[in-house]
């Protein structure tokens, strides 16, 4: 167990939906970083956050959006969703921002039909 | 291209054998690199991470060796074991100032299948 809590485990939704989906950082962690793994591919780096405030951005599709609150959680809402955006969604945290000693979250499985 | 590639895509190996995971970069210097596991479904664990100036981390039954000269870095793994059947990522980070942006480079991976 990294510590990093995510929910939901599953979701499953509809094309044009839009869906929020929500990270716990390890205790003490600042950083929270959001990762989308579609099937059999890598690991894509969407955006990260540090205290709050997005730190560096990845490949973020400008229909996804990501916010960090002031105790440390972070949501990531995907909207309008395509049959693509079907994928694996990873969250991981740092006590830095640089990335050092990053763990991750067991991530949530989206399924969009 | 991808700055960060991993090889082979994947691996049969016997239980019980050795094996060798590859991985080429092309940035430097960089702040360090690091080797996940991820079983299927599940997220990516760390097995070591290696700052530039180091050469070998181990890790148990895995030791990852790093050459700045060739920009390569290589994933021993020992006397495998059913349960390292799981997918190996190579990861690079940057030092942020480099960037000021995205400083994560991942590899995609090798596929690591250990049978009986």
């Known amino acids: 167990d990294s510590g990093v809590t995510q929910t939901p485990k599953h979701l499953i939704t509809a094309t044009g939906q839009r869906v929020t989906l929500r990270c716990s950082p390890r205790?003490?962690?600042?950083?929270v970083y959001w990762y989308q793994q579609s099937l059999d591919q890598g690991l894509q780096f969407l955006i990260q956050?540090?205290?709050?405030?997005?730190?560096a951005k990845g490949n973020i599709l400008e229909r996804f959006s990501a916010q960090q609150f002031p105790d440390l959680h972070s949501e990531l809402n995907l909207s309008s969703l395509e049959l693509g955006d079907s994928a694996l969604y990873f969250c991981a945290s740092s006590v830095e921002p640089s990335s050092v000693g990053q763990y991750f979250g067991p991530g949530t499985r989206l399924t969009v039909t | 291209k991808n700055q960060v590639e991993q090889s082979p895509q994947s691996l049969i190996i016997l239980e019980g054998k050795n094996c060798t995971l590859q991985?080429?970069?092309?940035?430097?210097?960089?702040?360090?690199l690091r080797w996940y596991k991820q079983d299927t479904g599940r997220g990516p664990v760390s097995l070591t991470i290696?700052?530039?100036?180091?050469n070998t981390k181990s890790n148990g039954r895995y030791t990852a060796t790093l050459d700045a000269d060739t920009k390569q870095s290589s994933l021993h793994i020992t006397a495998s074991q059913l349960s390292d059947s799981a997918s190996y990522i190579c990861?690079?980070?940057?030092?942020?100032?480099?960037?000021?942006?995205?400083?994560?480079?991942f590899g995609t991976g090798t596929r690591l299948t250990v049978i009986p």
């Open positions: 990861v690079v980070s940057l030092y942020f100032d480099q960037t000021g942006a995205n400083n994560l480079f």
């Open positions: 991985c080429n970069y092309t940035m430097s210097p960089f702040s360090n």
């Open positions: 205790s003490g962690d600042l950083s």
């Open positions: 956050y540090y205290n709050g405030e997005e730190r």
């Open positions: 290696m700052t530039f100036s180091e």
